[in-house]
Every structure is written in C-alpha cells, then in structure tokens.
C-alpha cells in the first residue's frame, strides 16, 4: 500500500481489536469475485460506510456526531472522488480528494504524487455497494482483507459558512467596504449567496430594513465588495446562503463603521510658481469611494502640530480625472506649504504623510506686496505721501531692528535705516514735520534719535539733560518738543542736535510706572496727558514762548499703551478711547458717546465721521477654525451704524491716507498682532480697502 486514507484509518481504528490468520494466497483472494460488469455510471453518487467485515465478524460503523451526520464518500462524473470527514460536533469537515477510475471491477484512487491504491467492487446496485480493500489491521506487518458494506447516502447539509461571513481587512482591502466567507461544498445544487445592507447614522442597524444588494450564483466566489455604498457612518451585512431545498444559513448582521475606511492618497508633483499663480498636478486617485481633491495651504510642514498652525483650503474638485489645478490667488504667505488630499464619500482623509507618497510641497515663492519683515514693532503714518515707516525686522533671531520706509503704491522699500538701534521701544515711533523737515523719531532710552523721514539717514540724538528716561512725547504746533516723565511734563526747544529746557510742571502727584503714558495735543494749543492707571486727565496750555499752564483735571481716560488706545482729531474736536469704546468732547470733555462697532478699532477717519477697525479678537487662538474674518469694520457716527468691507487679508491696522482712502496693514494668516510672528514666515503687507 502507497499511502492510507482518512477512511482507510478509520475502519483500522474500528477493526484494530480483531485478528485474522494470514491468508494462503493473499491477492488472489483479495482481486477474486471483482464484478466486472460495473460502470462508472453505477458507481458515479454518494456512499457511506454501514459496516465492516473482517476475520468472519461484521461491525457497524457508528455515526460520530448525530449533527453532522454520517461521513460519507462521493464519486464524481469527472474522476474525482472526495470523503469526507466530520471532526468534531461543529461539524468541522475534512475533506480528502483524490482521482478515480474504473477497470474491470477494480477501482484506482490516485493523488498528485502518483501514490495508488486498490478497491475491488464486488457488488454494485442502486441500494448497495460492496468492495474489499487491503490494511494492516493487526499491526503484524501483514496486509489484511477487509470487506465494507456500503448504502447511497443523502448527506445533511450543515451550514458552515454563515459563522465564516466577516469583514476582509487585508492591507489590499482597507479602503473598500468588503467581506468574504467559506465556500460551500455540500451535495445539494448550490443556487446563490445573498448579500443584505441596511444603514444607520446611529449606533447599531437592523435586518428590518436591509436590502438586497448582490447575489453570487457562483459558489467559488466568495468575497464581496459594495462598489455603491450609501453614505452613512454605520452599514450593516448578512449573508444567506441558499441551495435547492432552501436557505442553508443566514450570518449575523456585521456592522461597520464607515470611517474606519482607510482613504488613498495621491502623489502630488513639485508645484510651479509663475508670477502670481501657482500650478499644481497630481496622480488620479484610484480610491473606491472617493468624493473629492481638496487643495490647500498652511503656514506649517503638513503633521506639524504647533502654535499658531493653520490650514487653508483653497479648493475642493470632485471630478476624479481633474488632476491639474492653477492657483490664481495664492495666500500673501511666503514659502507656503501646499497639500493635497483625498477624500471619501464617508468624509474619511488622506493623512498628511504617507510612506511611499509626496503629498505635499514647501513652495518658494512671495508675492511682492509681502513686507521683509517679520515683526513689526511699531509703525507711523506720513500724512502726505503714500508712504508708511515700520519699525521692525525681518527674522526671528538674526538681523536688528530697522525702520523701512515703504510705499505702498510701488509695493517698494524706498529706505531703510542703517543705523542700529540698540533699545527697545515701547513708545512708538513718531513722524513730524519740522523746521528741518520731515523726520522721524525713535525713543533711545532716555534720547530721541532723529531720521530723515525720506532717507532714513540718521541725523544725530536729541537728548533731554534733565530727564532720566521718556515716558512720551509728541512736538507740538507751537514748535515746541513736550516729554513726560515721572510726575512731570517738560517743553523744549530744538537747536539742531541741542535741546533746550523751557518749562517744566508737576502733572500726577501719585507716581506711576513708566511707558503707559500718555500725551496729546488737542486744539486751542491745549496739550492733554493721562495714564493707563488713571481715571482723569490733566489738561495744560502751552504758550507761543513754550511755557506751561496747569489748566483742570478732565474726567477723560486716556488708557493708552503701545497698542495707541487714544487719539484725538482736531477736525471733529473729540479725544476717541479705542479701548473703552468711547468719544469725549474736546470743548468740555464730557461723555460725547460710546460705539459698539468695531470691537477692536484702530483709527478714525481724517474727518473724524469714520471709526476704522476689526471685529478679530487678538486673544482668539490662531487655527484654521479659528473666528477670524478677513473684513473691516467701519462705524459711522453721524447714522450710529456700521458696515463692513471685504479685506485681502486679516486687518492689524486700518486708517485713512491723505487721498482719502482707506489702507490697511493686514497679514495673510491669523495672528495676534503685527508684532508676533508665527514659523518665522513673512505673511504682512498693505492694502488699499477702499
């Protein structure tokens, strides 16, 4: 004997109790009786084995699981013969298959290997088959003659594939909607699987209201995928298999949660700058499900999560063969970071990395209204031209602080100071047009350097002898440079590089901390002076010979600080608290009244009518779902009502320039201020709103 099989060693394992003598002539009595007459149609069906004989005794073959039903042997019209085997009381089959033929009463199993072995039929009916085959029942080396009784047999079907129905999650699969389950193989003609769906956007689903959505007349064919799903975040499964007496089995309902769908990215080409347009392509997306292309930009590497990282979409595409797109409005952002991702039906998303794709690219370009800097310190408007000098510079850790003189008509820096400053400012800079012209001033600690407002070129330093350091200054009307320190107010006069001590008075006798002064001069050559802590104002007049008058204390706040919270405009005669929202009178100094728009105002309008500002709270955080509009808000105070202007970018500062226009110094991403930069890229410039 070549080899055993399954059914081979299970009569042993029946049979192994017996003995029988050896026979005189072995094969000759194992081949004698074959019925020659048996044909492959006779024995084409399904058998099973009722008993044994063997040494004269007859044993019944058991059932092993009353479940399963008998094991059983099947021979097929295509010479394949199959047994099978039931393992256990789940009805577990092993199944052993082998070819089969037919030739004068001996039947020839064979595998793969070319491993034989015999059967003799010696007898063949419609209600019963009988053969001999040869085993080593004893275990004494000798091969034996056992007879088995065999009866047509109908097999139980069992369902074994309803368990089997699950989700496929192999890496291949991940992103579709996808099952699959055992084949069957039982005896009865197969006629379909059914594949049910029901939807929930809720937790759980139903059988109730599933439907059918595909049926596999293919028994092989087991593995199904819902290419047209519907879009809910649960979708629920079941499988019946039926054969032809019936539904063998019904599955489970399995259920899905639809944004555990892995979406496919796409591999996104270099980006091409050209001009002011930025030309991006990427591969088609293969991805089963997909809904759209969405392009964007961010002020960060893509997963990179820090301060201030903020996302903008620029696009979304839903036709899958669109691969190409110009962006003709790119952000008012240097060197920003575009991306492309794919998503599905379900909302599910490309990750901003993958392994194995480019799906985002770092793009050098800045369109050329962007300011070199990135930090503006402080600013100052000229009245006459078109010009605004920032105070600031243009890395986070590197070059000094700078004043630039930009125009931003010509979108040029037409100077740049060259000087260093050495201190910080918390006074702001401040332009004046003076006897020696226009000029620019920057408090020193303690001197007041003057630039040339056109040039930028250093002149030299006033210095105050008596004052230890600055709190504010303004120069006034009459000619006269007036600086507040401490408890006290001084007037100057101005030789050149020399300052010259006029006057001085005592203005609050409680002191105050330094910087949060505040100094205006309002009409009548009246000068106005206040401090963030204080309540009231002091008012003096200044003669035409620079001397001092302690005139009243005015119940005006004047809250100022580096933001430049007070303003006073000489046109309308009122001193304007941006911070508190309110406008007083500049004849009594009474309450006047009080504005609800802008939130967050900047400056008034030449004629004092306007009330330029923003609605973007500074305290806001700063990500892509952040509040902040790119608007300005503009409150008229003759109608008590505002309105608001669409803006290129986030406004910082709004004022009206001697054109009578409207001009902002906006940034291209959210920020807090002008001053603070985020990743160290340049996103401010100016605009003209209006």
Not at 148 to 162: C, G, T
Not at 290 to 306: G, K, R, V
Not at 419 to 426: L, P, R, T
Not at 489 to 514: A, C, E, M, P
């Amino acid at each position: 004997m070549k080899f055993k099989f399954p059914f081979l060693l299970l009569i042993i394992s029946l049979l192994s109790s017996c003995s029988q003598e050896d026979e005189y002539d072995f094969y000759t009595d194992f081949y004698s009786n074959a019925d020659a007459s048996v044909t492959t149609n006779n024995l084409i069906g399904i058998w099973s084995i009722y008993s044994l004989k063997f040494d004269g005794q007859t044993i019944q073959v058991p059932i092993d699981y009353q479940d399963c039903g008998r094991n059983y042997s099947v021979f097929k019209e295509n010479g394949v013969y199959e047994e099978v085997l039931f393992e256990d009381s789940n009805c577990t089959a092993l199944r052993n298959t082998l070819n089969w033929s037919l030739s004068k009463g001996i039947i020839t199993l064979s595998n793969n290997f070319n491993e034989t072995e015999e059967i003799v039929v010696t007898k063949l009916t419609s209600s019963e088959f009988i053969f001999k085959t040869k085993l080593d029942v004893d275990e004494d080396g000798e091969l034996d003659i056992i007879t088995a009784y065999l009866k047509p047999y109908v097999p139980k079907e069992i369902d074994n594939i309803s368990d089997t129905f699950s989700r496929n999650t192999s890496a291949t699969s991940n992103n579709y909607i996808s099952y699959n389950w055992a084949p069957y193989t039982g005896s009865e003609p197969f006629v379909a699987y059914e594949i049910y769906r029901s939807a929930s956007s809720v937790d759980f689903c139903s059988k109730n209201n599933a439907v059918l959505v595909e049926t596999i007349t293919d028994p092989n064919t087991t593995i199904f995928r819902d290419i047209l799903p519907v879009n809910e975040v649960h979708l629920c499964y079941y499988l019946k298999v039926k054969i032809q007496t019936g539904l063998l089995g019904e599955s489970d309902l399995q259920t899905l949660n639809t944004h555990t769908l892995v979406a496919t990215p796409v591999n996104l080409l270099e980006p091409i700058a050209v001009n002011n347009t930025i030309s991006l392509q990427w591969a088609k997306s293969e991805m089963p499900y997909f809904s759209h292309y969405e392009i964007s930009y961010a002020n960060y590497a893509p997963n990179i999560s820090a301060f201030g990282e903020q996302n903008v979409i620029v696009t979304k595409i839903t036709d899958k063969n669109t691969t190409t797109f110009i962006d003709e409005n790119p952000p008012y952002l240097e060197k920003p970071y575009y991306s492309i991702h794919v998503y599905d039906i379900f909302g599910n998303k490309t990750y901003d990395t993958n392994d194995g794709y480019t799906t985002a690219w770092e793009v050098d370009f800045k369109r050329d209204e962007i300011l070199d800097l990135t930090h503006i310190i402080s600013y100052e408007i000229n009245p006459n031209k078109p010009n605004i000098y920032l105070y600031g510079y243009n890395s986070n850790t590197t070059d000094p602080s700078r004043i630039y003189n930009y125009n931003y008509e010509t979108n040029k820096i037409e100077a740049v100071s060259t000087k260093n400053i050495n201190y910080s400012n918390y006074i702001p800079i401040k332009f004046s047009t003076t006897v020696y012209g226009d000029e620019i001033f920057v408090d020193q600690s303690g001197a007041l350097d003057v630039y040339d407002a056109n040039s930028l070129e250093f002149k030299y330093s006033l210095e105050p002898k008596e004052l230890f350091s600055i709190d504010d200054f303004i120069y006034s009307s009459s000619g006269y440079y007036v600086f507040i320190e401490d408890n006290y107010i001084y007037t100057y006069s101005r030789n050149n590089d020399v300052l010259t001590l006029v006057d001085k008075n005592i203005h609050f006798t409680n002191y105050q901390s330094g910087y949060d002064y505040k100094i205006l001069e309002i009409k009548d050559n009246q000068l106005i002076i206040g401090h963030y802590n204080e309540p009231n104002s002091f008012v003096f007049s200044i003669d035409n010979y620079g001397l001092l008058i302690k005139l009243k204390l005015v119940p005006v706040p004047l809250k100022q600080n580096k933001e430049r919270n007070a303003y006073y405009n000489f046109a309308d005669n009122y001193i304007i608290n941006f911070k508190e929202k309110k406008i007083y009178s500049g004849n009594d100094f009474s309450s006047i009244t009080s504005f609800s728009q802008p939130n967050f105002a900047s400056n008034v309008s030449l004629n004092g009518k306007l009330i330029y500002g923003t609605n973007n709270d500074p305290s806001w955080s700063f990500e892509a779902d952040s509040e902040h509009k790119k608007i300005a808000t503009i409150y008229n105070r003759d109608t008590q009502s505002y309105y608001t202007i669409a803006t290129k970018g986030y406004p910082q500062i709004i004022f009206e320039n001697y054109k009578n226009e409207i001009v902002s110094i906006s940034s291209g991403m959210k920020k807090e201020d002008f001053y603070h930069n985020i990743n160290d890229r340049r996103d401010l410039f100016v605009e003209i709103i209006k």
